[in-house]
RNA sequence: GGUGGGGUAGCUCAGCUGGUUAGAGCGCAGGACUCAUAAUCCUGAGGUCGUGAGUUCAAGUCUCACUCUCACUACCA
């Protein structure tokens, strides 16, 4: 048994989130937790809503309400969405948190003893209608090289060169449209990533071999460039309070805060538990039995890489408490929209809580993982969506289960039979099982889901091969007990499908195990002998037929799918 | 512009350190079966592995150039 400690990069407070960012992140990790909890590991997996920053400022003051009102309602409206989709947090926390507020000045505190901390002033500019100041990116203006009348402070959409907001020709404030703007100049403070460069590298390049080429390539590309210091402060009131002279008004940056609260937030979950927090993150004090696995979208690899590993190692080398780094890193590519961007303004796209909404999780979730952007960015479709659902879940699975339990209750009155002895048939299931299983369990241990959904599709196709051979139907004229081991022989296969199904589709898994009576504390991947596996309910135990498990997408329901959400014309 | 990922059957994707006739699922065609959600099982057709050169006994896999696409490019997160 091992000690796994997850974390899913903190969903942005402001909506909820799309399908991609759904299978980028939380959902792996999800899965991930639920097939090791299900290997007998000691899991503790946490996650929780990323809430500083200036597009929650906004996003609160569009909606027309305090900005901590707005926060509390979104966290709950992603807290519910997540428990729709079956992810099973240990803990699902906040960054603005007390506990997060605490830990995140006490951090800045050890890094400034460090020396890794410093003042530093810059331009930037300030709105005076807005009163506040803009992120590059809310300054839009003309563009300093081709005129382009609609350029935003970071970048020119038209010729696509970077820019700074400063040079731009009559620049206005993107959120109100004023142009009354001025260049000022405030202080920050600043993380010197710089410094820390070699041993990022060295730390980086360690994890070549088990990390994805992704996280690896992604951080060395940034170290190559060379490391460059990031300030770690803004001008925002809503935020964690910098508590430094001359910092009065002035906040941590998201970005320093948020994987800090992958820390408080399982502070909280010891308070509220009565767990022991420390001894998941702090190798002095019992953690580094601990394997820490992080999952993440590929736009978060720099920040886990790079500058969280920078304020980790920076308080580590003060002394005092030791923190844990990331041990294992899992990084993923995105999931489009038939090819193109997920587009809120334009209608493209499924969100959490409408996917809910017109189909249930199982479905979602595996789609999701069975085509997971793992070696690069997966393609969306309706269709694609409608052909995992009725081909593996209803026609594969779902269908196994019906034809084996109604004809139990057809020709077996309904109860596991007692006659036959295993013969070919069952050798050759009982091979096909004693290869598959362990190959399942490799996948997930290595975090392949893609892999992983296939092989679970493969069991269960193995399960309607075996029938075909086996042939109950045929026997029960002339030879009962050849038909008995063969409907007995499907009715564990029955439940063995249930018990590995249980990660990617737990709520269909659970109905067709209460439906075969398997009991809770049975439900485990102790597999064990093969052979046992294929005669392990006991003989006369009842079984009903569940309902009908997965119901199949419609060619009309993808017609107005497409027209609601948008599709390949879009 | 720079850097990184990707470009493999009609579609969505596997192919580790280069090695016999390039794989899977879906879709399609034919057959089998009839217990079952017109499901399942078997067989088959389908690819000059983005383009062009190079290294090698051998290249989807390595090198170079080109091309398309996505991402990042440090104050969006």
Partial sequence: ????????????????????????????????ARAMRLL?????????????????????????????????????????????????????????APSNHALTQDFAAKLEAAGLIEERVSQQIY??????????????GTCPNCDFEGARGDQCDSCGKLLDPIDLIDPYSAVSGSKDVEVRETRHLY???????????????GHKSDWPPLATSIALKWLDEGLRDRA?????????????????????????????????????????TGGDWASWWRTDAGADDVQYVQFMGKDNVAFHTLSFPTTIIGT?????????????????????????????????????????????????????????????DAAFTWEEFQSSVNSDLA??????VNRITKYTVGKFDGV??????????????TQELAERLPALIGHYEAREFRKAAEQTRAIWAAGNEYLTRSAPWTHYKTDVDQAAIGVRTGLNLVALFGIIAQPLIPDAAAKILDAIGVPEENRSWDFGDVADLLDALPHGLAVTPPELLFTKIEDEQVAQWTEQFGGETA
């Fill in 395 to 400: 026609n594969v699975l779902g269908n196994f």
């Fill in 191 to 205: 993380l010197r990533q710089s410094v820390m460069a070699d041993d990022l590298r060295k730390w980086v390049e």
């Fill in 1 to 32: 048994m091992s000690r796994i400690l997850i974390t899913s990069a903190l969903p942005y407070i402001n909506g909820v989130k799309h399908l991609g960012n759904l299978a980028g992140s939380m959902l792996p990790a999800d899965v991930y």
């Fill in 40 to 96: 007998g590991h000691d899991v503790l997996y946490i996650c929780a809503t990323d809430e500083h920053g200036t597009p929650a400022e906004l996003a609160a003051q569009g909606a027309g309400v305090e900005v901590a009102d707005y926060c509390d309602q979104m966290h709950e409206a992603q807290k519910s969405a997540g428990e729709d989709f079956g992810l099973s947090y240990d803990y699902f926390g906040r960054s603005s």
């Fill in 416 to 429: 596991v039979p007692s006659t036959g002895e295993a013969g070919e048939h069952e050798a050759w299931i």
């Fill in 127 to 140: 709105s005076n209608a807005d009163q506040r100041y803009l992120p590059d990116r809310y300054v839009e």
């Fill in 232 to 272: 770690i402060t803004r001008d925002l009131k809503w935020g964690i309070p910098v508590l430094r002279d001359g910092f009065e008004g002035k906040v941590f940056y998201v970005w320093f805060d948020a994987p800090i609260a992958y820390i408080a937030a399982t502070q909280d979950w010891a308070t509220e």
């Fill in 316 to 376: 580590n080398n003060q002394g005092g408490d030791q923190y844990k780094l990331v041990d294992n890193l899992k990084a993923f590519n995105w999931v489009t929209w038939y090819g193109g961007k997920f587009s809120t303004s334009q209608n493209r796209g499924v969100f959490m809580d409408q996917a809910i909404s017109i189909a249930p999780s199982d479905y979602w979730r595996w789609h999701l993982m069975a085509n997971a952007p793992e070696g690069s």
